[in-house]
T-cell receptor, first 112, second 117 residues
Framework: GESVGLHLPTLSVQEGDNSIINCAYS??????FIWYKQESGKGPQFIID?????DKRQGQRVTVLLNKTVKHLSLQIAATQPGDSAVYFC???????????FGKGNQVVVIP | GAVVSQHPSWVICKSGTSVKIECRSL??????MFWYRQFPKQSLMLMAT?????????EQGVEKDKFLINHASLTLSTLTVTSAHPEDSSFYIC?????????????FGPGTRLTVL
């Protein structure tokens, strides 16, 4: 559903450190999850996805962890770079349902 | 990778006019396209789901007569904001899902900033 409020949770991280962004999803029937990165004034950019039959998936510098028991998703960014500064959204999808439900977003600020 | 474009990237219009936004999948065929709107510091809100050759499915609370959606081909969907008012000012983003359906991944366009004076 639509998020409310004007203040996004913000994670400030030193350049070179690892970042962890968390997301709680709502639908226990969701079986596909995606992390998107959105820079200011741009559309969301696909980062990594994971299906519910997995609990971990790795990409280039990113890892997604899925804990279905507590309906929790996390995104880990290794060696965070200034270009990683953006808002990160998790999204969930239920098989057979076209629609994605987006989380509220987390702002990541990388300090040089 | 899958590329989705939008045109225009920004538009300023007077209250009462209509504005058309185009969404194109450039390197794949999209049986399904989606339209979202996003207010500052907020998440994406799905407005409607558009299937090629059929009527769009609107989310609850979205006026279908105000936000006209046409999905004329497998690579083009348009959103027309009719009789726009200042409260329609927002960032409108489309996404497209690949026809192969191997994954449910939606690829997003760059967005269109609409400002209604």
């Amino acid at each position: 559903g639509e998020s409310v409020g004007l203040h996004l949770p913000t994670l400030s991280v030193q350049e070179g450190d690892n970042s962890i962004i968390n997301c709680a999803y709502s639908n226990s029937a969701s079986d596909y999850f995606i992390w998107y990165k959105q820079e200011s004034g741009k559309g969301p950019q696909f980062i990594i996805d994971i299906r519910s039959n997995m609990d971990k998936r790795q990409g280039q510098r990113v890892t997604v962890l899925l804990n279905k028991t507590v309906k929790h998703l996390s995104l880990q960014i290794a060696a965070t770079q200034p270009g990683d500064s953006a808002v990160y959204f998790c999204a969930e999808n239920m098989s057979g349902n076209n629609r994605l439900a987006f989380g509220k977003g987390n702002q990541v600020v990388v300090i040089p | 990778g899958a590329v989705v474009s939008q045109h225009p990237s920004w538009v300023i219009c007077k209250s009462g006019t209509s504005v058309k936004i185009e969404c194109r999948s450039l390197d794949f065929q999209a049986t399904t396209m989606f339209w979202y709107r996003q207010f500052p510091k907020q998440s994406l809100m799905l407005m409607a789901t558009s299937n090629e050759g059929s009527k769009a499915t609107y989310e609850q609370g979205v006026e279908k007569d105000k936000f006209l959606i046409n999905h004329a081909s497998l690579t083009l969907s348009t959103l027309t904001v009719t009789s726009a008012h200042p409260e329609d000012s927002s960032f409108y983003i489309c996404s497209a899902r690949a026809r192969s359906g191997v994954t449910d991944t939606q690829y997003f366009g760059p967005g269109t900033r609409l400002t209604v004076l």
